[in-house]
């Protein structure tokens, strides 16, 4: 297949930087600014050279990629909340233009799902999203061999952030404030870590979730959320005290979707440490099943890209 790739941050970098292996040619890469195509496959080295450097992509701009040769669109820029834009109109075009689509890009999924697939209904082309949920673990694509409609309810600790806060508050007995700071000079938390803790960024994903299960119907103001900044460590404490302990936890069924600080058995399946994610998938003919690893990351969320493109037919 040949790629053409929106966004240059960690996850579209990957992409490129990956794409090779996986047997695909990537024809145009883009960032903010400036766009490289070339119909023929772009130097990919040089680009994330000069991307790494702080220096212009290229010498095109985003108009050039949808002028390219291009067989799958890769939408990797940043998510955006409400209209969704400009992942949105992005994907629009590709599909109005008979293009596939793969997303990393939560935005337009979880805000404008039903509108997705409406465009892809008239379109030749198809849409895929595997990398919007949980990085690397294969999650979507378990719900779909398993079929929708047998899936009654996915849950689980889809923020690595959220989950490192909490471990680590847990295992030494820190407030918040404290561990959030630390976090932020690993680089495990934003600069600004809202959507992380607030339960904003594991909503979006429960909501793909839920719309898939449901066909729709959900978007992020549908979801009953709250976040871990009013935890204090000594309810970890009490709650070690009984063999639990708290994890962000998400919840999507075809009712509506809730995330939230739940008490989880210390030593269940939930009740990952650090910033691994796990999902429980309740099945009604395989009963639960587990899946668990780093839910974030260029290369792991990469993977889920390059897989889907591999589940594209020709077109």
């Given amino acids: 297949m040949k790629l053409a790739i929106l966004g240059a941050g960690d996850v579209g970098r990957s992409v490129a930087d990956l794409a090779g292996d996986y047997g695909h040619d990537v024809v145009a890469l883009a960032d903010s600014t400036t766009a490289t195509v ?4 772009i130097d990919i080295d040089g ?4 991307k790494l450097a702080g220096d212009a992509l290229g010498s095109s701009d985003l108009e050039t990629v949808f002028e390219a ?3 799958v669109l890769v939408e990797a820029t940043p998510t955006t909340l409400g209209d969704a834009q400009p992942g949105f109109s992005h994907t629009k075009r590709a599909l109005e233009a008979d293009r596939h689509v793969v ?17 892809e209904a008239a379109s030749a082309g198809s849409i895929r999203f595997e990398a919007t949920v949980g990085g690397a673990i294969p999650i979507l694509s378990t719900v779909e061999d398993s079929t929708p409609q047998a899936v009654t309810a996915v849950r689980g600790v889809l923020n690595g ?4 806060i909490l471990t680590r508050m847990a295992a030494e007995g820190l407030d918040y404030e404290h561990v959030l700071a630390e976090a932020q000079d690993l680089g495990v938390a934003e600069a600004d870590p809202t959507f992380d803790v607030d339960g904003t960024d594991a909503a979006l994903k429960f909501v793909i979730l839920a719309n898939v299960l449901a066909d729709g119907g959900f978007a992020l103001n549908d979801a009953t959320v709250d976040g871990i900044q009013n935890i204090p460590g000594s309810a970890l404490d009490l709650a070690a005290e009984d063999g639990r302990t708290i994890r962000l936890i998400g919840e999507a069924t075809r009712d509506g979707v809730r995330v939230g600080p739940r008490l989880v058995p210390e030593n269940g399946p939930l009740a990952v440490t650090g910033t691994r994610n796990i999902v429980q998938i309740e099945t009604r003919n395989a009963g639960s099943l587990h899946s668990s690893g780093r839910g974030a990351g260029g290369p792991e969320t990469a993977t889920a890209v390059l897989s889907d493109v591999g589940r594209l037919p020709p077109l």
């Fill in 161 to 164: 952030t959220a989950n490192f």
């Fill in 103 to 119: 997303l990393a890009n939560k935005g337009p999924v979880a805000e404008r799902y039903e509108e997705l697939r409406a465009l």
């Fill in 38 to 41: 070339d119909d023929d496959g």
């Fill in 69 to 71: 040769d291009y067989d």
């Fill in 47 to 50: 680009a994330l050279e000069r």
